[in-house]
């Protein structure tokens, strides 16, 4: 069956470092693959999208990565801040965008 | 703000009653999607109209059921509520991209449900 996993663990970094959330997938052969953010109670909003034969895309202090032979895609928060704690989603699929159940990361002042 | 407009923000109802949630989509999409989330489970996709058509489904219960009007605002029915239906649900919409979404959803806040 198809899968979508991402760390199960929350994520707790210090203010300014870097933020590394993974998200692996299963029986997907994705043309591309998208990061959301979701705080609390409300909904999700779109981040970054990156298409199966983009390897890197950046936006502002967002980098993400895509690998379809390890069927991965990294997410980097650099110089991380508190205002970016939420819970970050990624999510792929055609038709029926499929969503991981995403990593909660918490940026200590 | 989305773009994307839900009704009822939140809704508190009884085991084995019968609620309509609404859902305006942003300007100009043509595409309308309804996902549930409840605490222990992540962001589960049940649906999704194009233009006025179904295109594709989730593990969506046949006790729900939603439709997408010609003014494109959709309202998913949830009937014979049982407890483990209190949930927030999410609509979200996406461009005219065509048969396949290649775009970013633009989701609403969400309408919370509490079944008692």
């Known amino acids: 069956s198809q899968k979508i996993e991402q760390n199960s663990e929350a994520l707790n970094i210090q203010e300014g470092k870097t933020a590394t959330l993974t998200c692996n997938y299963t029986?997907?052969?994705?043309?591309?693959l998208q990061w959301y953010r979701q705080d609390p109670g409300r909904g999700p909003v779109f981040l970054l999208l990156i298409r199966e034969n983009e390897k890197e895309k950046r936006k502002e202090r967002l980098k993400v990565t895509f690998d379809t032979t390890l069927k991965q895609s990294l997410f980097h928060i650099t110089a991380s801040q508190p205002a970016d704690s939420a819970t970050y989603l990624c999510a792929l699929g055609d038709y029926k965008l499929s969503f991981g159940a995403g990593t909660t990361v918490t940026v200590r002042a | 703000d989305s773009g994307v407009t839900q009704t009822p923000k939140h809704l508190i109802t009884a085991t084995g009653q019968r609620v309509t949630l609404r859902c305006s989509p942003r300007s100009g999409d043509l595409s309308v999607y309804w996902y549930q989330q409840s605490l222990d489970q992540g962001l589960q996709f049940l649906i999704q109209y194009y233009n006025g058509e179904e295109r594709a489904k989730g593990n969506i219960l046949e006790r729900f059921s939603a439709q997408q009007f010609p003014d494109l605002h959709s309202e998913l029915n949830l009937s014979s509520l049982e407890l483990g239906d209190s949930a927030l649900y999410f609509c979200a919409s996406s461009g005219p991209s065509g048969t396949t979404n290649t775009g970013e959803l633009f989701f609403g806040e969400g309408s919370r449900l509490t079944v008692l």
């Open positions: 029986n997907y052969s994705p043309a591309y």
